[in-house]
């Protein structure tokens, strides 16, 4: 048995399959068909390599036209905001709601998130209540300050009147006293009188005279003794009586003066006392917390600080907003219409760059497109140890397609000519003169040709402007014949240099002048003063 099924799969392996019978029957066929594949593949080559062989030998022109030429330095660098901000949060409430997400723009004033605000409203409650209880005790204190001012002018008034009354009264007694005193006195000098002409009649009178008028004139003189005794005693007693009176009268004018003064200060006290209660804000300090709360409760709306775009968002409902000790942003809000870049460039090309030069700005990631930009500061020192200083640029707007983290190059136009002919570097060669010059290719185009003399001149169509010449000379395909160009040379002056392009005037110089390329590497001198073409064309000189 299994014998058998090993000769039934031998049997199997050497049957061929159905393409394998389709080709070989077929086989002929197949070999035709891939031979003139070949054919065609080989004649295309052929074509192209003959092709290429043919332009090749061509001579490589240029068309003259003005230009404007930049000398530039070259720069790379990084987009980056002209202003960044990074939106805190100096609370640590949780976060209720947040209205912008990343890449929303945004203006000055808008707000980004809210805070939970419960407990700064129930602080707030709390303190406004503190202040009305405050200010209601402070009116009463006022009041109460008001109602003893008014007491201590009341009791001024009062004691002024009475003692008043009492100095008056004693004023009186006094005056009494002192008219007593004066009539005393001048009864104690009337007195005196008699008692002195007594004396005087006495000692007149004869020592040896009447002893009975003498003895008349003793009596006399001992009455009006007696009588100016009495008067003196009774002065002495007035003037007593009035001394005590004027005491009483000086120390009542004291004790009203006194306690006038008194009162006085009392009322100053009183009226003190009621300015103070009135510059008096028991509530001042709540007041201050009040302010406080109302900050802290302004301050739960999350608000951008500036127009621009949400790059970074970090806000998530129900965490903590932050505080002062969290270090990250809630949010980062950027100005993405004004645009710098920051540029290392190399000293020795930093000296020639000034503030206010204009900037070329190109990104490989938005190709064909470019923008205009100035040069806003240079570093005042190197800023790395390879001598290389820092130039900020910014953009003008707007800047399109372009956004922050692009990578740009930098053109920084330090000098400029408009509207001037210039060529590349290989176009301007020197003669033996030394002096700078460029080839113009004079036209017709004569075609030296012994097989077929009657197409002597091609026409310019036949010049291609911007490739050199056509590969098709004479419409048949024939390129054996040789073609000979005039080429004239022009004595130019140098100017303005690029990395690319030598700026060159001469009067001769005409807009749309034909020139050669590359009259030093794509051809060589023939020792009869012309030139040729590495195709082997002619290119006679004229004109030395």
Same mark, same amino acid.
């Given at each position: ?6 000769? %039934? ?19 002929? %066929? ?15 080559? #052929? ?43 100096? %609370? ?32 707030? $409650? ?8 405050? /200010? ?6 006022? &009041? ?12 001024? &008034?009062?004691? /002024? ?26 009864? $104690?000098? !009337? ?28 009596? $006399? @003189? ?15 007693? !007035? ?5 005590? @009176? ?39 300090? #709540? ?18 600080? $500036? ?26 809000? /950027? ?59 910014? %953009? ?19 000098? &400029? ?55 098709? #000379?004479?419409? &048949? ?30 009067? /001769? ?36």
């Amino acid at each position: 048995m299994a014998e058998s099924t090993l000769s %039934l799969n031998k049997d199997k392996k050497l049957k061929p399959g159905r393409f394998r019978l389709f080709f070989r029957r077929r086989r002929k %066929l197949f070999i035709f068909i891939a031979v003139i594949l070949a054919v065609i593949i080989i004649l295309l080559l #052929f074509n192209n390599k003959k092709n290429t062989n043919n332009n090749s030998n061509l001579p490589r022109t240029l068309l003259l036209t003005r230009m404007d030429l930049n000398q530039l330095i070259n720069g790379t660098g990084t987009l980056q905001s002209s202003a960044t901000y990074n939106v805190y949060s100096i %609370l640590s409430y949780p976060i209720t709601n947040i209205y912008v997400h990343e890449g929303d723009s945004v203006s000055e004033g808008q707000i980004l998130a809210l805070l939970d605000t419960g407990q700064i409203e129930d602080n707030i $409650a709390e303190v406004v209540k503190n202040i009305n209880d405050a /200010e209601a005790q402070d009116a009463l204190s006022l &009041s109460q300050a008001e109602r003893r001012l008014q007491d201590a002018i009341k009791q001024y &008034s009062i004691d /002024e009147e009475r003692l008043n009354k009492e100095v008056d009264k004693a004023g009186s007694k006094l005056k009494d006293a002192n008219a007593a005193k004066k009539n005393a006195a001048d009864e $104690a000098a !009337k007195k005196k009188i008699i008692l002195d002409q007594a004396n005087d009649s006495l000692t007149d009178y004869p020592a040896d005279g009447d002893p009975e008028e003498i003895e008349a004139l003793q009596k $006399a @003189v001992a009455e009006a003794k007696i009588g100016y005794d009495a008067a003196v005693t009774v002065y002495d007693a !007035k003037k007593s009586a009035a001394e005590q @009176v004027q005491t009483s009268y000086d120390l009542s004018v004291q004790q009203r003066d006194a306690t006038l003064r008194q009162n006085s200060i009392s009322i100053e006290n009183a009226r003190d006392a009621v300015n103070n209660q009135k510059l008096k804000d028991s509530a001042a300090s #709540f007041r201050v917390q009040l302010i406080s709360y109302e900050d802290n409760l302004e301050n739960c709306k999350i608000t951008s600080p $500036a127009s621009g775009t949400i790059t970074e968002s970090s806000a998530k409902i129900g965490n903590s907003a932050g505080g002062t000790g969290i270090s990250s942003s809630l949010f980062v809000i /950027e100005d993405t219409d004004n645009l710098i870049v920051s540029s290392r460039i190399p000293e020795y090309d930093a000296i020639n760059i000034k503030p206010g030069m204009p900037v070329i700005i190109t990104s490989d990631a938005v190709d064909k497109e470019e923008w205009l930009g100035n040069v806003k500061s240079i570093s005042p020192k190197a800023t790395d140890e390879s001598s290389n200083f820092t130039v900020i640029v910014e %953009l003008t707007p707007p800047v399109g397609r372009l956004t922050i983290g692009m990578s740009v190059k930098l053109n920084i136009v330090t000098d &400029s000519n408009k509207n001037v002919f210039a060529v590349p570097y290989d176009t301007v060669t020197i003669n033996p003169q030394g002096q700078s010059i460029v080839y113009a290719l004079s036209e017709p185009i004569n075609i030296i040709d012994d097989s077929d003399t009657d197409n002597e001149y091609y026409t310019q169509q036949h010049f291609s402007l911007l490739g050199g010449f056509s590969s098709q #000379f004479n419409g &048949s395909g024939d390129n054996t014949q040789s073609l000979e160009l005039i080429g004239r040379p022009i004595i130019v002056e140098t100017g303005m240099e690029t990395d690319y392009y030598i700026e060159i005037y001469a009067s /001769e110089l005409m807009e749309g002048m034909i020139l050669l390329a590359d009259p030093e590497d794509k051809s060589t001198v023939l020792s009869d003063g012309g030139i040729t073409s590495s195709g082997g064309f002619p290119i006679r000189r004229v004109g030395f």
